[in-house]
T-cell receptor, first 111, second 111 residues
Framework: EAQVTQNPRYLITVTGKKLTVTCSQNMNHEYMSWYRQDPGLGLRQIYYSMNVEVTDKGDVPEGYKVSRKEKRNFPLILESPSPNQTSLYFC??????????FGEGSRLTVL | GDSVTQMEGPVTLSEEAFLTINCTYTATGYPSLFWYVQYPGEGLQLLLKATKADDKGSNKGFEATYRKETTSFHLEKGSVQVSDSAVYFCALRYQGGKLIFGQGTELSVKP
């Protein structure tokens, strides 16, 4: 089954404690991206990757890092989380300009 | 810069009513346009898309036409059902991978 898998789905952490949200896709897609969803703001792109070792900033990259060492994985790293990064995060993948497939979301709370 | 603006919600309709959700965009190039739908507790799913001016996307009774002259991509459905209750997102995407979402419009359909 074609899918994008994110982990963890729910996480409560404290300010400054590094965390990683993993994202994996099984569709051999070149393109992967991360979004955060906040009430009234819709989805905002954090980072995207057109292929292995190629990443670019989206609209809200501050406080986040990504890496794309393998085609199937695109982890989101919060080196020093802060409360304003409390949000619902989505990973997505697609072929070049094809349909975006979204993961189920990761709800992060930073205390 | 590029942006997507949707009509504010929530939109509340009775079953079988006609639906329009307005979406306008500002773009420096020639993006593809999309409508995504998010059901409660789930990730986003592609509803329809249009890749060039005057294209019409359609799916599950929903339609939207890419209007370059009015920079619009309004979503319409002739007769909504309770099962259409969800949040709808308009988005634009360039070939380079950057993707911009509108803020989302919540639709509630009452029996």
């Amino acid at each position: 089954e074609a899918q994008v898998t994110q982990n963890p789905r729910y996480l409560i952490t404290v300010t400054g404690k590094k965390l990683t949200v993993t994202c994996s896709q099984n569709m051999n897609h070149e393109y992967m991206s991360w979004y955060r969803q906040d009430p009234g703001l819709g989805l905002r792109q954090i980072y995207y990757s057109m292929n292995v070792e190629v990443t670019d900033k989206g609209d809200v990259p501050e406080g986040y890092k990504v890496s794309r060492k393998e085609k199937r994985n695109f982890p989101l790293i919060l080196e020093s989380p802060s409360p304003n990064q409390t949000s619902l995060y989505f990973c997505a993948s697609s072929s070049a300009l094809g349909e975006l497939f979204f993961g189920e979301g990761s709800r992060l709370t930073v205390l | 810069g590029d942006s997507v603006t949707q009509m504010e919600g929530p939109v509340t309709l009775s079953e079988e009513a006609f639906l329009t959700i307005n979406c306008t965009y500002t773009a420096t190039g020639y993006p593809s346009l999309f409508w995504y739908v998010q059901y409660p507790g789930e990730g986003l799913q592609l509803l329809l898309k249009a890749t060039k001016a005057d294209d019409k996307g359609s799916n599950k009774g929903f339609e939207a036409t890419y209007r370059k002259e009015t920079t619009s991509f309004h979503l319409e459905k002739g007769s909504v059902q309770v099962s259409d209750s969800a949040v709808y997102f308009c988005a634009l995407r360039y070939q380079g991978g950057k993707l911009i979402f509108g803020q989302g419009t919540e639709l509630s359909v009452k029996p």
